[in-house]
């Protein structure tokens, strides 16, 4: 990739003190012994919407856009009540903590993020946006059930918490993992 591209997201940024819950919780999961891409403690987040490659440029001016925007508005609540699987059990590809309750705020933030986006040609999700952050990439489960059954044994961390940062993250693919890197961020009132 050139310099005047990078691969880049937004996303709702979680307090510390909540990453090393979830990752304490979900400590025994990482440890079973199937193709799962965990996601680091330091990477915990809900993505408002993956860009892929960008230009930097249009990043920078759309910034500028959906910073006006959100200059005024409020912090919002998330509450971890709900692990999942997409896109279903017998098919596992994503496995994530989210909330019973979809949250408006949320769904209004992301959509005008989304929006905002999209009149700098950045493509419309088709999915509905459902708020949730990932643990792991499944890339392949050789014991199904085994699985299963060791993903029903993880404790959700319930935990109520006030996002009040939304990031723009460029994200840097290594041989370790992917690696964040904020490029701006905006804070909520």
Known sequence: MNNDKVRAFWAFEMPENLKKIIYFKSENLRKIREKIKWVER???????????DSDRK????SFQE???YFTD????????????????LSSPKVLWLGTKTENNEFTEYAKIIENILATY??????????AHLTLGRVREISDLQAFLKEWDTLEVPENKFLCDKIVLFES?????GPVYKEVNAILLK
Not at 121 to 130: A, I, N, S, V
């Open 121 to 130: 040609g950045f493509q419309k999700e088709k999915r509905d946006f459902k």
């Open 172 to 176: 840097q693919l290594t041989k370790y």
């Open 42 to 52: 330091e990477n915990l987040h809900i993505t408002a919407k993956f860009l892929g």
């Open 66 to 68: 959906i910073l006006s």
């Open 58 to 61: 249009i990043l920078t001016k």
């Open 73 to 88: 508005k409020k912090k919002i609540e998330f509450e971890i009540s709900l692990k999942g699987i997409f896109p279903n």
